[in-house]
């Protein structure tokens, strides 16, 4: 069965604007508020927690008719695990001094809100292409949620952007905005991240206010279908 594009295009907009998982619906913040020291490590754990998310969506929706509904949660906490596991084991192998600088976080994805939320909500619901795409579409509304927040606090508290690229592209190095190599100390701190955070959701709330008003102006300002008059036949 052909996917209905305007289906897609409502999850990718849920996904990456309208229900953010990060500046909407507040879901793991734990790793939010603790990884985005820096815009590599936060992208990172955003990309991580795609891929769980996209496969753990396609299994569940793949296996949802063989998954009693009371014990569904355990399973899907199963099912998580096992795919944070693989990944884990992978970091480890290919990118270990990645793996050390995001540290405990990558295990708990494991217990991270935003996965056990689609999948129970979105995957546990839809057929499986439908499944893949939100998994997809919700990991990128967290990947640059984090990668932006990641890089506030790290051209604030430490001047560079992009600290630790030589991990994925060897010969690459930082971008230095300042040569001090210091900067605000509270940004890289969890209070900053908080403050941060703050001013995106709050920011991201007022563009949500300004387009629905600039729709409500356009459906007042919008010119009304002329319809021709009835005639009134008189009869006798």
């Not at 790793?31 to 996209?54: D, E, F, K, Q, Y």
């Not at 506030?152 to 690229?165: M, P, S």
């Not at 300004?210 to 279908?225: G, I, K, T, Y």
Request: aromatic share 6%; glycine share 8%.
């Amino acid at each position: 069965m052909a996917l209905d594009r305007a289906r897609l295009r409502e999850i990718s907009t849920n996904g990456l604007w309208k229900q953010n998982p990060a500046l909407i619906q507040l879901l793991g913040l734990c790793p939010t508020l603790a990884v985005t020291t820096t815009a590599l490590n936060g992208i990172s754990l955003g990309l991580a927690t795609i891929l769980v998310m996209m496969i753990a969506n396609g299994a569940v929706a793949l296996l949802r008719p063989l998954i009693p509904h009371e014990v569904r949660i355990p399973l899907f906490i199963l099912i998580i695990a096992s795919l944070v596991t693989v990944v884990d084991l992978l970091m480890n192998a290919y990118l270990h001094a990645l793996y050390e600088a995001l540290g405990i976080f990558v295990p708990l994805i494991v217990t991270n809100c935003i996965v056990l939320a689609r999948v129970e909500a979105f995957a546990a619901k839809h057929p499986v292409a439908l499944s893949l795409w939100d998994g997809l579409m919700m990991g990128l509304g967290l990947v640059w949620v984090l990668g932006l927040i990641g890089a506030i606090r790290e051209l604030v508290g430490q001047g560079t952007l992009f600290a630790g690229i030589e991990w994925f592209v060897p010969g690459w190095s930082a971008l230095t905005l300042s040569e001090s190599g210091h900067g605000l100390l509270l940004a890289i701190l969890p209070p900053g991240a908080f403050i941060v955070l703050g001013f995106l959701v709050a920011l991201h709330q007022a563009i949500t206010a300004w387009q629905r008003e600039r729709m409500r102006q356009r459906r007042l300002h919008a010119p009304e279908s002329h319809v021709a008059p009835r005639t009134e036949v008189a009869h006798g």
